[in-house]
């Protein structure tokens, strides 16, 4: 099961699918995390929210995340092009910014999955 400890009820920018990484629009609202790059803000929990919808956005504990990709269990989850998360693998002397640490291994895309949340930055 998932432990969400701290959630926060925003605005959906565009259409978001459950279990998918979010962060902050220009228009103050959520919308999907597109890159390793992107200020990821959280994820978004067990309701899959249409523009201009209101949901609950898990910022802290633990989260199911969809996986983009296998992962092992502890690996820094960072987000794909469509929210989902994969490993944070960056090249040297790039910097990806993670949502968290995986807290069970994904076996291939489309798994969910817990994930700890604790977003930073990955340094390659």
């Not at 228009?27 to 949901?55: H, K, Q, W, Y």
């Not at 983009?68 to 910014?97: E, K, L």
Request: charged share 15%; proline share 4%; hydrophobic share 55%.
């Amino acid at each position: 099961m998932s432990n969400p400890t701290l959630l926060k009820n925003m605005t959906a920018g565009a259409a978001i699918n459950q279990f998918r990484i979010v962060k902050f629009s220009a228009a103050e609202t959520m919308i999907l995390a597109a890159a390793a790059t992107d200020n990821m803000m959280g994820v978004c929990n067990e309701v899959s929210p249409a523009a201009n919808e209101r949901f609950d956005v898990v910022l802290e504990g633990i989260a199911f995340v969809e996986a983009g990709a296998a992962f092992a269990f502890g690996a820094p989850i960072t987000s794909d092009a469509v929210g989902r998360g994969v490993t944070a693998a960056p090249a040297a002397g790039v910097n990806n910014r993670v949502i968290g640490f995986a807290m069970e291994a994904a076996t291939a895309a489309g798994d969910v999955v817990r994930v700890l949340l604790q977003p930073g930055f990955m340094q390659g």
